[in-house]
């Protein structure tokens, strides 16, 4: 290989050590190694920022305004209402959920419908006396197949099309993928059901909160007349506690939380004090409080309603500014009014001082905050969810029937070709803004900039590893490689190699790495260029294996409580069935050779 092919193959083996260990977020990651590129000159300037003139990151950002649109007027809670239905069996709830979850992901973006559906799945749950990680994982691995069936049900086929585009090459038609993901979606989805029994029970994250809330809190009340009746908070030494924190008063019917450090204390205040609960105990020996006698039971189940302080399940996404910072560090209560009273990770039991753990992807968050809460960061990226426990969430439901119709537009005048998908894209966004729907902030707030720019930015590290020639040399070793198994051999070591790139870092990143890679086997073999093309598609999908492939999967891995392995177990079988289908399916609808 060349100085070039060494330098781009090591800058990219660092960009995916960088992505698995999630030490920083992804978007930085992907742009600081397409600078290393462009100042080593591997890259000109033009192909190091050619995303962000592609039409694949204006498609993403527009569909993520219809996405918000659909979220925000209710549009999707008929349907999963109805899709769970009443309780006549396991497997046939199953069949309906994952049907309906499929459909609406063929032309919504996935991680809307997730985000929407989740909390009403764990509320069904409860109330029939099921446990929520029998549907959550199906749910999710249904919206994933959807996403296959039209270039609009993910972000991976935007990055495709734009990519195919960016080479001089048609972009995807609104259903050139149902010929190949029409089959694997129904196979997928009998697979989910009949494969019900390899489910977990597991203890959901709202079970497992309640728990902890329990373990952790104590009530204490403000003595009559006693030495902390109108002082501060701050004054009565109740600020800076080790170990412990001040995280509610009830004064009569008001709630106060978060607690300010000025708020002063009156006779007979309340005060839940939250932490380690060997430390809790030593409030005791505060003189002006005295301990109720048994430890309060936060009704996790069962949250006030009404417009006091709400309980809330926050989960961190990957692009959270909080991964890594502790809640002291990242000053959570005064930045997001709001205090968490326990923290719950899938993988291992909290236990220590909720102040000192640092977060990671996937964490689940009991969030006590005002009724604002949600309203103020739903729309930002510090979390993937946020769900009120009493399970209400103010919706528009006025606007849900223009949403239906602006989105059905968009449909049709892509399917018969009057306008591309990007400007079908752009065209529903605006309507949405126009018609009321949104306002442009909240359009605007829609748009996850850091996907656009993980998106954006991935064409220029595709376009170095096609220049640099490094794309030309693992293409040589995959020809010689599966030569031996003929042309659909070839295919398929390209479609392997991308599904098990995917089950580590995000499937936009996959995407734009195995573009270049597969172009270039395809030409080395005198084979078809789409077909390749639609294997990295199918590839960088079926994130089946691991809950960090994709964010729906973390998602669910919180708050059903799954355990890594979980996902190996369950969608094992699913990624053999999905990558054995794409091999036969796809070289019937793109020939490989012409």
Known sequence: MTLQAWFTLIVVVGLLGVLVTERISASTAVLGAVLVLLFSRIVTVTQAFSGFSNPAPITIAALYVLARAVE???????????????????????????????????????????????????????????????????????????????????????VVSGLLESSGRRPLAIFELTRVGGPIAAVGLLLLVASARFLPKRQDARQALSETARQFTVEMIVTPEGPLVGLTVSEAGLRNL???????????????APVEPTEILASGDRLIFAGNVSRVMDLNRIRGLSSIAHQRDIAV??????????????????????????????????????????????SAEVREKLGGVKLHVGDVLLVLAGPEFRERWF??????????????????????????????????????GLVSVVEGALGAAVLLVIGGVLTPAEAREAIDINILLIVAGSFGVAAAIAKSGLADQIARQFVSGFARFGDVGILAGVLVATTLVTQVISNSATAAT????AIATANHAHLSARAFAIAVLIGASASFLTPIGYDTNMMVYGLGGYRFADFGRYGLVLTVVTVGLAIVLIPIGWPLRT
């Open 514 to 517: 195995m573009f270049p890679i």
């Open 242 to 256: 080790e170990g412990v924190f001040l995280a509610q008063i009830e004064r009569g019917t008001r709630l106060i």
């Open 72 to 158: 925000t007027t209710g549009a999707l809670g008929p349907f999963v209402s109805r899709a769970m239905g009443r309780s006549r069996g396991e497997k046939r709830v199953l069949g309906r959920l994952t049907l309906a979850s499929a459909g609406l992901s063929a032309f919504i973006y996935n991680t809307p419908i997730v985000a929407v559906a989740s909390p009403e799945i764990a509320e069904w749950s409860r109330r029939n006396d099921r446990a929520a990680s029998r549907y959550l994982l199906p749910m999710c691995y249904a919206v994933s197949l959807g996403g296959l069936l039209t270039v609009l049900g993910s972000s991976i086929n935007a």
């Open 379 to 416: 729309d930002r990226h510090d979390f993937l969810v946020i769900s009120p426990l009493d399970g209400t969430v103010p919706l528009r439901t006025r606007k849900a029937p223009l949403v239906g119709l602006i989105a059905l537009g968009l449909i049709v005048v892509t399917a018969i």
């Open 301 to 346: 189940d069962q949250p006030r309603r009404g417009p006091g302080p709400r309980l809330y399940e926050a989960v961190i996404g990957p692009s959270s500014p909080l991964i890594g910072q502790t809640l002291k560090g990242a000053s959570f209560r005064s930045h997001y009014a709001g205090a968490v009273l326990a923290i719950h990770r899938p």
